[in-house]
């Protein structure tokens, strides 16, 4: 008995072929590539600086939701009103420190992450007065916190 295989189906068999040999190739040689870029992360080669200390500004923005009937809240029980404010730009550093190498070749250390405030790209000020209303366990807490 003959198997007919018509021109397509030879073609979807090749490339499936084609795709399990890919695979078998990246199982063995992608561990030994990530090896090889992990052992590069010795002191004073580029890679351990751009790791370390990370040369590309990160920018984190801040979105807050002002309170502005804090008093009817809790003597009324109304409804909030609320006005987004935002969003409040920050550079951030990351910088690595306290770095300890392990007998195992791993690395362990502290990661300093410093914030600079960017009022070019910024909607509002730094020192922008916002009340916001905590609210936890179903109980209302009228506390004021001001970010200054």
């Not at 809790?74 to 409040?88: A, D, I, N, W």
């Not at 905590?134 to 970010?147: A, K, M």
């Amino acid at each position: 008995m003959r198997i007919a295989i018509n021109r397509r189906e030879l073609i979807l068999i090749s490339i499936g072929c084609g795709f399990i040999c890919l695979g078998i190739i990246c199982i063995i040689t992608v561990p030994l590539l990530v090896m090889k870029v992990i052992h590069k992360l010795e002191p004073n080669t580029e890679a351990y600086k751009l790791w370390k200390d990370i040369p590309l500004p990160i920018y984190q923005k801040f979105y807050f939701f002002n309170v502005t009937n804090g008093a009817d809240i809790e003597r009324l029980g109304s409804k909030p009103v609320l006005v987004e404010m935002g969003p409040y730009v920050y550079r951030s550093k990351w910088t690595k420190t306290h770095l300890v190498y392990h007998d195992n070749g791993t690395v362990s250390y502290r990661e300093k992450k410093t914030y600079h405030f960017v009022p070019q790209m910024s909607a509002g000020s730094d020192a922008d007065r916002l009340q916001l209303e905590i609210i936890g366990e179903g109980e209302r807490d009228g506390d004021e916190y001001l970010l200054v």
